[in-house]
């Protein structure tokens, strides 16, 4: 296996970090927008996962016996890949210099490209060492993406995509993803919520505004008529219902298959086994 990219080109990259939305305006033009998509973001497939404690559902589980998760999306492809690499700090929050959350608490890579990152950029873990890194993501208050992402074979160097599966562990201050509203809408609906999640507001809104500040990564809540209002935008990661003092904001699913679903979808883009 190679040895991916070189320090110098990742330190460069993230001089770059502060620019990002230039290339997702960019994206929007008709011929250099085509250009972007197919070296950065063609075939990719992810999805955000609402933290455990904010979900409700609405229909019983196919297995009533068993509580269900969206952590169990992340634990099924570590459960099932032979390879898992921790990056040391993660280059988001690092090159924006995050003080709100954990800057050590980088990606989790799954798959054998795993093998070709430079070396100097994290280790290769066990399976149970990767489980109890995104344990303590969780905890930290960041939220998982998990999915097929081109752009993370290019900045890593390596390849091929299909076998390359990336969890994001992702804060609201400094994700990457804060660019999808800025971004053509053929690349950013390639990244959305779960199977039948839903963000709804209920009628303990008092129109406090909390979740309006700098909360939603994608900018997908606003205040109309004194109340909070959700738009289309949502990817249901949930954090305005983890800010809301009132509990007036929900995550419901009314499909009992969404873990599984999820990790059908998942399965088609990605093979890591």
Known sequence: MGSGRPLWFVRFLKMCFPFRLLPAWATKLPVVGGIIDHWFFENDDAIFLPPNQVVN?????????????PSQVVEHFVEKSQYHWIMDVCPCRDAAGCSDYPVELGCLFLGEPTL????????RVTKEEALAHVKRC???????MIGRNK???????????????????????????????HMASRISARITRMPGVEVTVNEGCVGCGICTQNV??????????????????????GRCVSVCPENAIEITVDD?????????????SVDVS
């Open 116 to 123: 070709g990152i430079n070396p100097q950029l994290g280790r």
């Open 57 to 69: 559902l609405d229909r019983p589980v196919d297995m009533p016996d068993e509580m269900v998760l």
């Open 256 to 268: 009992g298959r969404f873990v599984e679903k999820s990790i059908e979808r998942l399965s088609q």
């Open 138 to 144: 969780r905890e930290a208050g960041l939220v998982h």
């Open 216 to 237: 939603c990564f994608v900018d997908a809540i606003h205040m109309a008529n004194g109340r909070a209002a959700i738009s289309d935008a949502c990817r249901g990661c």
């Open 151 to 181: 752009l993370d074979t290019f900045w890593l160097g390596v390849g091929p995509g299909h076998s390359l599966l990336t969890i994001c562990n992702c804060c609201p201050c400094c994700c990457l993803w804060g660019v999808l509203p």
